[in-house]
């Protein structure tokens, strides 16, 4: 399975800097129709413990959970940096989500 952005990037030790530089004060194109996709998707696994915001350290509410359409992966809290920080995901993963009827 395909992950809708650089996971390791994301999660590894320049996390912030990663997503510093996917970001934008500024709403998308499409936005709305790509969060309806990953808010839809269905809950692989169920971590013990809990999502903090990369830039504040502040816990994220909700659980944190993996997710999966069958051909892509992503985590909860992805939801939350694409709604509160207007999050870009792949060119590749995008496209395949206009692609798709919601």
């Known amino acids: 399975m395909k992950d809708v952005c650089d996971i390791e990037q994301l999660y ?3 996390g912030k800097r ?3 530089s996917v970001i934008s004060e500024n709403e998308y194109l499409n936005k709305d129709k790509i969060l309806q ?4 998707g269905k809950t692989v696994a169920v971590a013990a413990g809990f999502a903090r915001n990369i830039f504040t350290g502040q816990r994220i509410k909700g659980e944190l959970v ?9 985590r909860s809290d992805i ?3 694409v709604e509160r920080y207007n ?3 792949s060119d590749e993963f995008e496209e395949y989500v206009l692609k798709e009827p919601i």
């Open 79 to 81: 939801i939350y940096y």
């Open 37 to 40: 996709y990953l808010k839809k």
């Open 12 to 14: 590894g030790d320049n």
């Open 66 to 74: 993996a997710m999966s359409d069958g051909v892509y992966n992503w």
């Open 18 to 20: 990663y997503l510093e």
């Open 87 to 89: 999050m870009r995901l």
